[in-house]
């Protein structure tokens, strides 16, 4: 099969963890007799040095006709004080609206062998952490009107969130299909006893879940899930919602699993192509030092395999590579601990691409 991958390394560590995914990809390509054509396109900062602009249209053309697109991370303090018409994560913003990328899938998983690694306490992560955010990706808060001006000698600044029904419905429908593969239970995340919009997503969340009668239902008030992703996280399979509390959210769970940079992600169309990236950010502090950890960029790449390529055996495969290499005891320094093995950025990309033969 022959794919062709726009590769989007970005800024600071963006660079060296997509190196290492298409380590890992390369070999799978290899073994399962695939061909992974890659097409690199500059975002973000790196580009705004270039071309004056986040994303330039020509690479915009390159992710709209390709089979998939793999992102490092945007964005760094070097670029805080641009017109924020042209600030790095617009590009992000851009390329989801071109690409239809409405649904994100952020899976929370602690590995037992990291169990040590996650700030809870043993007897909370001693059944498990194993979850779905389906975060809503392309309306709400974030794409709605902007204003600022002035008023009776006084600044101020509005945003407007806002929903249509369709848009509800349909990342409500990835989140019931997600969780009948799953555990079969889906938890909305709104704030319906404030919001509007929230009143109108609790309504198409309640009529949808009639198609699904196998799948248990529940409302869950976003402060209380904040709450609950810390007192009890194994309580949740499928967690659905709007866009800004989709992205609190899913950066809180993050960090049960220990470290941010051991999280996937891959944003969805309604067809087969998608964006998959790291959740973590460009990391500017330690970019270029050879010790950022790669394993959530790889298993961005075994979720791109799965979703986008239908290639399942592929992306087990190496999610049970990542599994054994961790077994095994290879640590980068984030998830560093007493006994095991301290590992580069590169060397880890090498070990887990060496256990797919």
């Known amino acids: 099969m ?8 970005g800024d600071g560590i963006g660079p060296e963890i997509t190196d290492e995914a298409i380590k890992v990809l390369n070999r799978v390509a290899e073994k399962y007799g695939h061909e992974f054509e890659y097409k690199y396109v500059d975002i973000g900062g790196c580009s705004i040095d270039k ?8 690479g915009m053309e390159q992710c709209k006709n390709c089979d998939s697109v793999l992102l490092g991370a945007v964005g760094g303090p070097k670029w805080d004080n641009v017109d924020p018409s042209v600030r790095p994560e617009k590009a992000l913003l851009a390329v989801r609206r071109e690409l239809g990328l409405f649904a994100n899938l952020r899976p929370t998983k602690l590995f037992s062998v990291l169990s040590k690694a ?10 498990g952490i194993d979850l779905l955010i389906v975060r809503e990706l392309t309306g709400g808060i974030y794409f709605g009107k902007r204003d600022t001006g002035e008023e009776k000698g006084e600044a101020y600044a509005s ?10 419905e349909r990342i409500g429908r990835v ?17 319906a006893n404030v919001l509007d ?3 109108l997503w609790r309504k198409i ?5 009639e198609e699904y009668p196998e799948v248990e239902y529940e409302d869950v008030l976003v402060d209380n899930t904040a709450m609950q992703l810390i007192k009890n996280p194994g309580r949740f399979d499928v967690i659905v919602t709007e866009n800004m509390f989709g992205d609190i959210l899913s950066d ?6 220990g470290s941010i940079g051991m999280m996937p992600s891959a944003s969805l169309s309604e067809g087969t192509r998608g964006m998959y990236e790291p959740i973590h950010g460009s990391a500017p502090d330690i970019a270029g030092q050879n010790i950022a950890n790669p394993l959530g960029t790889i298993l961005s790449a075994a979720m791109m395999l799965r979703y986008s390529f239908d290639m399942a055996k592929e992306a087990d495969e190496i999610e049970n590579a990542v599994n054994e290499t961790l077994k095994e005891g290879y640590r980068t320094v984030d998830i560093m601990e007493d006994g095991k093995t301290q590992v580069s950025c590169s060397e880890m990309g090498k070990i887990v691409a060496d256990k797919i033969c």
């Open 175 to 191: 989140a019931f299909e997600s969780a009948m593969k799953r555990r079969k239970k889906v938890s909305s995340v709104d704030k």
């Open 205 to 209: 969340m309640h009529k949808l879940s």
């Open 51 to 58: 071309y004056c602009v986040p994303i330039t249209d020509e």
């Open 2 to 9: 022959r794919k062709v991958i726009t590769v989007l390394k």
């Open 252 to 257: 809180e769970a993050s960090m049960l699993t």
């Open 118 to 127: 996650s700030p809870l306490k043993d007897e909370v992560t001693e059944n």
């Open 159 to 168: 945003d407007e969130m806002k929903y249509w029904e369709h848009e509800i």
């Open 197 to 199: 919009t929230s009143r």
